[in-house]
């Protein structure tokens, strides 16, 4: 079974860059895709980006476009999410995300339609 587990966050000030790591634990085929949400304070667990494991196709929320990046290494089973141009709105828990079936021809931000959740990793962008 794959177990995501993200590392990465800490406390950045606007306008800088961090990257965040998904290892996800465990073979993935090609049908599978990997994903990043984000919760921030007060609100509900919104989607960040995705990208399927056989293709490499991405998706991306409309929010952040343009300045986040994500990307994997098949062999590695690694998710990286590279995070650019950050804002105090970019502040909250990211959560690398899997599911069996990509979302292709489909909609990736929905939750409910993904599998298994690491535990989180806090990022904070404040001056």
């Known amino acids: 079974q794959v177990r995501p587990v993200e590392s990465g966050g800490g406390l950045v000030q606007p306008g800088n860059s961090l990257r965040l790591t998904c290892s996800v634990g465990?073979?993935?085929?090609?049908?599978?895709?990997m994903g990043w949400f984000r919760q921030a304070p007060g609100k509900e667990r919104a989607f960040i980006a995705a990208?399927?494991?056989?293709?490499?196709?991405?998706s991306y929320a409309d929010s952040v476009k343009g300045r986040f990046t994500i990307s994997r290494d098949t062999a590695k089973d690694t998710v990286w999410l590279q995070m650019s141009s950050l804002k105090v709105e970019d502040t909250g828990v990211y959560y690398c995300?899997?599911?069996?079936?990509?979302?292709?021809?489909?909609?990736?931000?929905?939750?409910?339609?993904?599998?298994?959740w690491g535990q989180g990793t806090r990022v904070t962008v404040s001056s």
């Open positions: 995300a899997s599911r069996k079936e990509s979302w292709l021809g489909g909609d990736p931000s929905i939750a409910a339609e993904w599998d298994s």
């Open positions: 465990g073979r993935l085929f090609g049908s599978y895709a």
């Open positions: 990208i399927s494991w056989g293709l490499g196709k991405t």
